[in-house]
C-alpha cells in the first residue's frame, strides 16, 4: 500500500486552514509534508498528528525550497491571512505572495506536481458587484493599508496563470472566503474569534462601522472539502469556494450572544480604511465543477467553533 501512495505538501500547512488539511489528506492515505516557519502558523496545530506519514519542515517559502521526493500535489496555502497579521507583517505578506509562489511554482514544475494556489475573496477589494463571480476584476486600492495582501494575492493569481500558459504548469487556483472553526487564533483579529471570545469572556463585543457590513462565513470542513475537490478536475482559472449565506456584522454578533449565553453588549468602533461593505461569493462554478457546496450552518458551525474556544481560552 505505501509504494503507491501519494505525497502532498501543503505550504503553511501549521495554519489554521493548512493543519486541517494536512488531517484531512493523512485520512485520505496521502503522505503529508507541512512546510511552515510559523509566522502566524502553529505546532499546536499538528501536535495530535501522529501518522509516520506527517513530516513538518520549518521552512520560510519566501527562500529557496529542495524537496527530494516525488510530490504529486502541492497546496500553496503559506500566508499571513487576517488583517491584523499583513497591516504587522506588510513585507512578509508581499514577499509570500511573490517570492514564495515563485518558489512553489518551480517546485511543481520540477516535480510534475498538481499545484493549488489559495487565493483570496480579497482580490476582488470592495466590491461593486454582488455577489462576486470569478469573472469580476474587483475594486482594490493598490497603496491602501489592506493593500500588501490583496495585490501579493492578485500577483500570486498573475504568475500562477502565467507559468500554466507559458510553462504547462499544471495548476489551480481557489478564492478562498470568509472561513472559520476550530485551530483559529484566539487573537486572529476577525469577527468570528473576536466575537467568540469577548462573549465568553463577558468583554464588550466590538463592531467595526455601524454593523450592517455584510459577510459570509464557510466551515472548515467545507472549505477543506472543496480544495481538495478542486485538485482533482482540470480547471486551471479560479474557482470561488465559499458559504453564500450573507449576514450581517450584527446578526453574527447576536448569534455568538445567544450561542454562548452571554450579556455582552455590542459597541462600536470606526470602519477600518478600505474595509469591504459586502462580500459574498457566487459559487455557481463550484457547484457544477466540483459539485460542491457547504453543509454546515453558519449556527451549527459556530456551536462546534465555540466548544473548541471553550477548551482553547
Known amino acids: 500500500m505505501d509504494s503507491i501512495k ?22 485520505k492515505e ?15 496545530n499538528i501536535e495530535d498528528i501522529k501518522s509516520g506519514d506527517f513530516e513538518y519542515i520549518n521552512h520560510n517559502i519566501i527562500d529557496f525550497i529542495d524537496i527530494k521526493q516525488k510530490i504529486d500535489y502541492i497546496f500553496h496555502m503559506a500566508s499571513p491571512a487576517s488583517p491584523i497579521d499583513y497591516l504587522q507583517l506588510p513585507i512578509q505578506t508581499l514577499k509570500v505572495g511573490a517570492l514564495g ?44 493599508p489592506r493593500g500588501v ?43 468570528i474569534p473576536n466575537f467568540i471570545y469577548q462573549c465568553l469572556k463577558g468583554n464588550d463585543i466590538t463592531a467595526y462601522g455601524d454593523g450592517k ?13 472543496g480544495l481538495y475537490r478542486l485538485t482533482q478536475i482540470q480547471c486551471s482559472f479560479p ?24 450579556k455582552s453588549r455590542v459597541v462600536f468602533n470606526l470602519l477600518p480604511e478600505d474595509d469591504p461593505k459586502v462580500r459574498m461569493p457566487d459559487i455557481t462554478k463550484a457547484k457544477k465543477l466540483l459539485d460542491w457546496q457547504p453543509q454546515v450552518k453558519l449556527q451549527e458551525g459556530l456551536k462546534k467553533t465555540i466548544i473548541w474556544f471553550k477548551d482553547n481560552i
Open 30 to 44: 496521502y503522505r503529508v509534508i507541512c512546510v511552515d516557519n510559523l509566522i502566524t502558523g502553529s505546532l499546536k
Open 149 to 191: 495582501y490583496d495585490e501579493a494575492k492578485r500577483f500570486a493569481e498573475a504568475i500562477t496563470m502565467a507559468y500554466h500558459r507559458q510553462q504547462g504548469v499544471n495548476t489551480r487556483i481557489v478564492r478562498i472566503f470568509n472561513t472559520y472553526g476550530s485551530n483559529m487564533r484566539i487573537n486572529d483579529g476577525r469577527a
Open 239 to 262: 474557482v470561488n469556494i465559499g458559504n453564500p449565506d450573507e449576514f450581517t456584522i450584527l446578526q453574527l454578533a447576536e448569534m455568538v450572544k445567544m450561542l454562548t449565553d452571554s
Open 101 to 144: 509562489t515563485h518558489n512553489v511554482i518551480g517546485l511543481a514544475k520540477s516535480k510534475r506536481s498538481i499545484m493549488l494556489l489559495a487565493s483570496t475573496s480579497e482580490v476582488y477589494g470592495d466590491p461593486l458587484e454582488h455577489p462576486q463571480r470569478e469573472e469580476y476584476w474587483g475594486n482594490v486600492n493598490p497603496i491602501g
Open 6 to 27: 501519494k505525497t502532498a505538501l501543503v505550504t503553511g500547512g501549521a495554519g489554521f486552514i493548512g493543519s486541517h488539511l494536512c488531517k484531512y489528506l493523512l485520512k
Open 213 to 225: 457590513q455584510t459577510r459570509s462565513f464557510c466551515y472548515i470542513d467545507d472549505m477543506i472539502e
